[in-house]
Nanobody, 116 residues
Framework: VQLQASGGGLVQAGGSLRLSCAAS?????????MGWYRQAPGKQRDLVAT???????NYADSVKGRFIVSRDNTKNMVYLQMDSLRAEDTAVYYC??????????WGEGTQVTVSS
C-alpha cells in the first residue's frame, strides 16, 4: 500500500485546513482502518483520528469537537477536516492504513503549521 497525503500548510490560529490521503493498493489487499497521526518536533508520533471501513471513528481527546475524519471507500481516500486550529496542532501529519492482515502502512507526512 502506498499513501500520498496532501493539504498541509501554514494557517493562523482559529483557521481551518483539510488533509487528504490517497491509498494505492493491489487488488488482494483489504484496507481496514485509515486515519492520521502527528508528530511535533521532539515528541513521539501520536494518534489524531482513525476511521474503520464501517465508519467507526476514534479521536485524540485534544482534537475532539474540532477535527473530523472521514473516508471514501470507493476511492480509498481518507480526509481530515481540521477547524479551530491551535498552535499546539503544529506537527507533521502522517496518513495511516491498517490492512485486514494487520499490516501498518504510513505516508511520508505533510507539515501543518499554525501561527498564533
Amino acid at each position: 500500500v502506498q499513501l500520498q497525503a496532501s493539504g498541509g500548510g501554514l494557517v493562523q490560529a482559529g483557521g481551518s485546513l483539510r488533509l487528504s490521503c490517497a491509498a494505492s493498493r493491489s487488488g488482494e489487499i483489504v484496507i481496514n482502518r485509515m486515519g492520521w497521526y502527528r508528530q511535533a518536533p521532539g515528541k513521539q508520533r501520536d494518534l489524531v483520528a482513525t476511521i474503520t471501513s464501517g465508519g467507526s471513528t476514534n479521536y485524540a481527546d485534544s482534537v475532539k469537537g474540532r477535527f473530523i475524519v472521514s473516508r471514501d471507500n470507493t476511492k480509498n481516500m481518507v480526509y481530515l477536516q481540521m477547524d479551530s486550529l491551535r498552535a499546539e496542532d503544529t506537527a507533521v501529519y502522517y496518513c495511516y492504513v491498517l490492512t485486514a492482515g494487520w499490516r501498518n502502512f504510513w505516508g511520508e507526512g505533510t507539515q501543518v503549521t499554525v501561527s498564533s
